[in-house]
Each structure stands twice: as structure tokens, then as C-alpha cells.
């Protein structure tokens, strides 16, 4: 293999991967129950409980994710327990008939959650008195300790982080995806850990820590620092990244490299527990696999990226800013929207000015990257706004090449009450929720909301430049400005759902994309939701729900 070669196959499997009108992505074409994998991973081995933390100091939702406003908490079990509570913990249990599911903080296609999350620290008050590295079982809320290891090579590993630093990796089962999606899962599984990442970054700044996702190590430095490197078959864990966690406001910009030899070390560890099989029997979906080989990453920091400026951000404090707590805990995806609420004019600029990379605004400052994705904005109800096409342009590096990869006619203007400093312009005036609709995949949520939008990104260049492993990153910026779409509409009074369902090149047709330059990745739809009154809400914790199973709904 060489790298063009590589490259071709990552743009042949974006293709394979795209469902449109006449076709979908190569996919089961029915839901296989019996082997419906089990969406708890556990390695069955010395556990550590966590505290489900009830009394938190209330923060505000606004004041606590513009940076470095919350205090600074110390690294104990109590904190690290509710880091991992508020980002990787179950938010409640449903109930319908015989079955029932549990979701969390952190949303995933097909409630299937891929996303695996492990801690790698040294010693902790009240925690473990040696190093460990565990795994994090959100259905009992416990750490799984598959590692202790020893104050030496704890303190070679963290050696270039700020004293008190830790880390979390995130790891993908591309099967818990595949299993329902076939081939297009792979995306999904991106999308989760992104999802995944927003999630931690956000639960960090609560605790006054910042979270920022390390350029380096590799697929196989990652792989030996959590003891993957012997599993094998289709339920085995991808490792994905790696996040450093630094409880204190001077994050460097550049973070200094972890030497290679370090990971090497774990390489020779004994790593303790069995990973427990998911489903009886597994559907091999040969492209999901073919990826998960092909991206991996090699040991490297990312090459400098053209200049960009990040902004600080213009937004005034909210007058009546909820608990970010509640916010976390709340956030559920809309079923259905109600079809008839309209937005307010300044929720909605409020809203998409957060949407913004801002220097100043977890969790923006996690990704190493100039910011690729842009918003296709589907307008239909907020008051004094036309309804129609709109763009929401997040790096002004590519307005330039935007505007010409797109439709001659559209007008690319300023709506009259948008201010100034916002960079959205309205392409084309009229009603488009059919197409709304219609390209995401016939989804009535698309056209019920408020807006919809799909997240263009830009996807032939970098994926030219850095190789086959970016191509998930690219994934992961749309989870993670989606997870904070979520946490942004519930904060405003409305509720959201991520999309992963739609017509890829439609899409592209409504803008006149032509070629890879720019692809959509990922729609939302921002709305009033409508409840379905006879599905039973339970508490995510109460023993009595600890025997159910936890599947979930599509
Ligand atoms: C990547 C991704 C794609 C999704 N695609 C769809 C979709 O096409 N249609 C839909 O109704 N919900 C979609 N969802 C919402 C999930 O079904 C939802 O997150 C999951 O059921 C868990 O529920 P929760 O978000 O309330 O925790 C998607 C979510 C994610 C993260």
C-alpha cells in the first residue's frame, strides 16, 4: 500500500458509505435482535466504585463554558468520579412494554454507543494508592483497574504536562455500530467519539481542568498504553485518542511529545481481564474493517496548519444562565418536533455565535485544528428571518472558496438584523423544508424544527495532506460541535438530534458542490420536541435497574 493509494480507498469508502434517493449505503436491510450487541463492555476485573456525586456546587451553563471561569478543583475520587459521571455516565433509563434502555451523557447513533472511555493516571487520593490504568463501565459507574504500574513510569509519561495532569482514551467497538449500519458505521463511530471528547471537556471545565487532545501518540503507542494490543475478532476496541486533563487555566498551546519509548514499556506489561463477547455471532462488514486498518496513525504531531485565528468570542453574559449540571443531565435527542414553534431572533444568534470556534469557549480549544466544519442552515421558523437557505461560515479562511464552490445565484447576503461580527449569510430565500426533510432520508424531525442544517466540511485537502487517519477527525470536530449543539439548544429552551441519516450527494446538489472539496458529515435538527408520553423515564442509578439490559432504541 502507499499513501495515495490509501488515500483513493478513504475517498472510495466516503462514496460507498453515502445514502441517496435511489440507494442506501450497503447496510443489514433488517435488525438481527439475536445478536443486538451488548452496549456494556466490562473486563471483569478489581474494581474501583465511583461516587455518584448529587451535591455539586451549581455553575452556570454560559459562565462555566467560557474558560477558566469555574474554580479549580483537586484531583481526588470524588472529582474524577463526577468528571466521568457528567460525560460518559448513564442520564436515565426508558422503559416501553418489556424493554428497556439506558442513555447518556453523551449521545450515539442508534443509542449503540461504540465509545469506550479509560482513565490513565497516578495515584489518587482515595482512589488507588499506585498508577492505573482502568476501564469505565457507565452501567455500574466503576473503573475496571486492568493496569497498575509503577510511580516511575507514571512520572515518565506525564512528565511533559503541568503537575496534577492525567489522561483519557477513547477507544470505538466498530461492531456495536455495524451490527445496525453496516457499511456507513464507521462514520458513526467518529461521530460518537467526538460526541465523546465534547462531552469530557465540558464535564471537566465544572471542575475548573481543561481537556486537550493530544496529537500524538499513534494508533499502536495507543493501543499498548491500554493493553489492546492482543485482542483480536469483531468485538475488539479501536483506540482512538488520547485526551491530556490538566486541572490547572495555563494550558501551553503546544503541548510538549510523550517519547515513544514510554508507550513501548507498556507494550511489556501485563494488562489483567477478558473483554466480554457482545453478540452470539457477528456480521463481517468488510469496508468498517478495512478502515478501522487503514486509519491508524502513525507516531507523529500534526504539520503546521495555514494561520487562523480563533475569536474570543462577542456573546454578553446570560442574564438567567442555567445550571450547566442540569443542562448535562437533561440533554436528550428530540423524537419528533412539534412542527409550530418559532425561534426568537436573538436565541437563535445567540445560539449559533456559540457554535463558533472561540478561543475562549470549551470545548473549541480541545482540537488541535483549524476549524474545517461550516453549517448548510435549513431555516424555517425563527422570527424575522426568512425562511430558506443560509450558511453559517466557522473558519473565515474558506468563504473564498465557499462561495465558489457553490450555485452562482445564491446572494450570500447579511440578513438585516444579523450582527456584524457573525458570519452568516443567507443564500437563497423559500420554503425548504420538503428538501429538509427529504434529504435526510425522509425525517420529519428535519422539517419540524426550527432549523436544520448539515455540517459542510472540508475533506479532500487534509485528508490529502495528514493521510487516511484524518479522516475520522474530521468526524470527531462535527461530535463535538454537535454535542454542544445539544447542550446549546437545551440551555435555550429547545432540544436537538443529531442526524447521521441523510442523502449525501442531494445534500451537495442544494449547494452545487461538485467535488470532494467540501462534503456534509453530520446534520442536526434544533426544535420543540414533542414527548412520547408512554415511554417511562427511571433513574439512571437505582439498583432496581442494574439487572435490566440495556438496549437501545434506534
Ligand atoms: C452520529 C449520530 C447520528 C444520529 N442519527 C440520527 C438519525 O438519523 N435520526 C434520529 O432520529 N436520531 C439520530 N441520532 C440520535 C440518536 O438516536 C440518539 O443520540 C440516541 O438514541 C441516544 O439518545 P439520546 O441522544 O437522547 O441520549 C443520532 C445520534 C448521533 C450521535
Not at 448529587?54 to 451553563?61: K, N, R, S, T, V
Not at 487562523?308 to 444562565?321: A, K, M, Q, T, Y
Not at 474558506?398 to 465558489?404: N, Y
Request: with cysteine.
Amino acid at each position: 500500500m502507499n499513501f495515495k493509494e490509501d488515500v483513493r480507498q478513504v475517498f472510495e469508502y466516503h462514496n460507498l458509505s453515502k445514502h441517496g434517493f435511489q440507494f442506501y449505503a450497503p447496510g443489514p436491510g433488517y435488525l438481527d435482535w439475536a445478536n443486538q450487541p451488548n452496549p456494556f463492555r466490562k473486563y471483569g476485573v478489581e474494581e474501583i466504585a465511583l461516587e455518584l456525586v448529587q451535591d455539586a456546587e451549581p455553575l452556570g451553563y454560559d459562565s462555566t463554558l467560557r474558560l477558566g471561569q469555574a474554580p479549580l478543583s483537586t484531583i481526588s475520587h470524588r472529582s474524577v468520579s463526577q468528571l466521568f459521571q457528567d460525560s460518559l455516565g448513564l442520564s436515565v433509563w426508558k422503559s416501553y412494554l418489556d424493554s428497556t434502555w439506558a442513555l447518556r451523557m453523551n449521545a450515539s447513533s442508534g443509542n449503540l454507543h461504540p465509545t469506550e472511555g479509560y482513565l490513565i493516571s497516578g495515584k489518587v487520593e482515595g482512589m488507588s494508592s499506585t498508577p492505573i490504568v482502568a476501564h469505565y463501565a457507565p452501567r455500574e459507574h466503576v473503573l475496571e483497574i486492568r493496569l497498575k504500574f509503577s510511580d516511575e513510569l507514571w512520572n515518565s509519561l506525564i512528565q511533559p504536562f503541568p503537575e496534577g495532569s492525567f489522561f483519557i482514551a477513547l477507544t470505538s467497538i466498530h461492531w456495536r455500530e455495524a451490527w445496525k449500519y453496516g457499511e456507513r458505521a464507521f462514520r458513526y463511530c467518529h461521530h460518537d467519539v467526538g460526541h465523546a471528547i465534547a462531552a469530557i471537556a465540558i464535564a471537566a471545565s465544572q471542575l475548573g481542568w481543561q481537556v486537550s487532545l493530544l496529537d500524538q501518540p499513534g494508533t499502536f503507542e495507543l493501543e499498548a498504553l491500554l493493553g489492546l494490543g492482543s485482542q483480536r475478532g469483531p468485538d475488539n476496541e479501536h483506540a482512538d485518542c488520547l485526551l491530556v486533563v490538566v486541572p490547572n487555566k495555563q494550558l501551553e498551546n503546544k503541548l510538549a511529545l510523550i517519547p515513544t519509548d514510554i508507550f513501548h514499556e507498556f507494550s511489556k506489561l501485563h494488562f489483567e481481564g477478558t473483554p466480554n463477547r457482545l453478540s452470539p455471532e457477528h456480521v463481517h462488514w468488510p469496508w468498517v474493517e478495512k478502515m478501522g486498518g487503514m486509519t491508524k496513525r502513525s507516531f507523529q504531531s500534526l504539520p503546521p496548519w495555514e494561520k487562523f485565528v480563533p475569536r474570543v468570542g462577542s456573546n454578553l453574559p446570560w442574564e438567567n444562565d442555567p445550571s450547566l449540571r442540569k443542562i448535562i443531565h437533561q440533554r436528550r435527542s428530540a423524537v419528533a418536533m412539534d412542527g409550530q414553534t418559532w425561534m426568537e431572533l436573538p436565541t437563535f444568534y445567540r445560539l449559533i455565535e456559540n457554535l463558533l470556534p472561540s478561543k475562549r469557549r470549551v470545548p473549541f480549544q480541545v482540537l488541535s485544528w483549524p476549524p474545517l466544519v461550516h453549517f448548510l442552515m435549513f431555516v424555517h421558523r425563527v422570527k424575522g428571518l426568512d425562511a430558506g437557505y443560509y450558511f453559517l461560515v466557522r473558519n473565515g479562511n474558506d468563504l473564498g472558496e465557499l462561495k465558489d464552490s457553490c450555485h452562482r445565484e445564491f446572494t450570500w447576503e447579511k440578513p438585516s438584523h444579523c450582527p456584524s461580527e457573525l458570519p452568516f449569510f443567507c443564500l437563497l430565500k423559500a420554503d425548504v423544508r420538503e428538501t429538509a426533510r427529504a434529504v435526510s432520508c425522509g425525517q420529519e424531525i428535519a422539517a419540524d424544527g426550527c432549523f436544520s442544517l448539515g455540517m459542510i466540511t472540508k475533506f479532500e485537502e487534509p485528508i490529502q495532506k495528514y493521510g487516511p487517519w484524518f479522516y475520522p477527525q474530521l468526524y470527531w470536530e462535527c461530535g463535538l460541535v454537535g454535542q454542544v449543539l445539544y447542550l446549546e439548544s437545551e440551555a435555550n429552551g429547545f432540544r436537538s438530534t443529531g442526524i447521521g441519516c441523510f442523502f449525501d450527494d442531494p445534500v451537495h446538489q442544494v449547494l452545487g458542490l461538485k467535488s470532494l472539496n467540501y462534503q456534509s458529515l453530520y446534520h442536526f435538527t434544533v426544535g420543540i420536541s414533542v414527548e412520547d408520553s408512554q415511554i417511562q423515564t427511571l433513574p439512571p442509578y437505582d439498583s432496581s435497574w442494574r439487572s435490566k439490559k440495556g438496549y437501545g432504541r434506534g
